[in-house]
């Protein structure tokens, strides 16, 4: 949760007071690396007022309960990581991850399911006593 406290120290300690422009408080928020949807939720907490916090509902609303997919950029502003992906790319690393049978695949894994059925009918054979099992008499 962004508190104006916080917002009031980072712009003391460059320079600057909660009343200066929005482009001021915009470019320093920014030279601190600061996304920007959480660079417009500090003004909007910086504007609002202080003693109802009407806005701060609405901004923490906006900020906190969306719908919307997350881009790259969110992703890595939150993580604190960076991600030179583009939708595209992850569109199509996504389709190159499936699984892919070739049929060397496929060979191998229907030859050791017969061997396993094979198996299991014999041991059921031998247990039960019938078929090759079975004593003549």
Do not use: C
Not at 16 to 27: F, Q, R, T, V, W
Not at 32 to 40: G, L, V
Not at 55 to 80: C, P, R, Y
Not at 94 to 123: D, E, Q
């Amino acid at each position: 949760m962004i508190q104006r406290t916080q917002i009031e120290q980072i712009l003391r300690l460059n320079g600057l007071s909660a009343s200066s422009p929005d482009e001021e408080i915009k470019s320093v928020l920014l030279s601190a690396r600061w996304h920007s949807d959480d660079i417009e939720a500090a003004i909007m907490v910086l504007r609002e007022n202080v003693k109802d916090h009407t806005t701060h509902v609405d901004t923490m609303h906006k900020v906190f309960h969306t719908d919307q997919k997350l881009d790259a950029q969110a992703i890595s502003s939150l993580l604190g990581i960076e991600m030179n992906l583009t939708s595209d790319q992850v569109g199509t690393s996504v389709k190159n991850t499936r699984a892919k049978l070739h049929f060397n695949n496929i060979l191998v894994l229907g030859l050791i399911s017969l061997l396993l059925s094979l198996i299991f009918v014999f041991a059921a054979m031998w247990y039960l006593k019938m078929g090759l099992f079975y004593p003549l008499r």
